[in-house]
């Protein structure tokens, strides 16, 4: 059974990382959702939020068995750890490609015998992105039609105490 990794910053989690995560699950026997515990971003939510945050959502959106760690350092020391087959990331649009593909190279680079696999995202999700709820939810949008309700709580404790 392959055994893949599902790496981002999940600063927070939306429905199209689950979507990508629905997805993915169904291919590999296996999936590791792995949180930087640096990214490049300034994080809102600190990394044990972070984590947290992503499981509440699995469990509230009936994927409790996917695994969720965390990481600092270099993805493939990660997915080496866990004795990974294949990298996960998602697709949303064009605009990702350039990315994704210097990411996917670099990773090839350090460690050739991992995969990296991409999803595409549904369609209604290919605007989603976390620095977009953020923003919504910063200025009171609503924000439950791109994240579970878990994420919502945490986003109006977080943006509400500031
Ligand atoms: O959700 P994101 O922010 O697009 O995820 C980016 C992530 C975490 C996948 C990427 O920054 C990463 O892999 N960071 C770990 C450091 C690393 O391995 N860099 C070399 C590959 S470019």
Redesign the pocket.
Known sequence: MAIAIY?????PITYGHIDITRRARKLFGRLVI???A????NPLFTLEERVELTKDALREEGLSEIEVTS?D??????ARAHGADA?V?GLRANSDFE?EF??AL??RD?APQFESVFFMTAGNYSFLA?SMVKEVASYGGDVSNFVPKSVQKALREKLGAR
């Open positions: 790496p981002g910053s999940f600063d792995a949180v930087v640096n990214p490049h971003k990481f350092g270099l993805l493939v020391e990660c990298i990331r990315y210097q990411m670099a990773n350090l976390s």
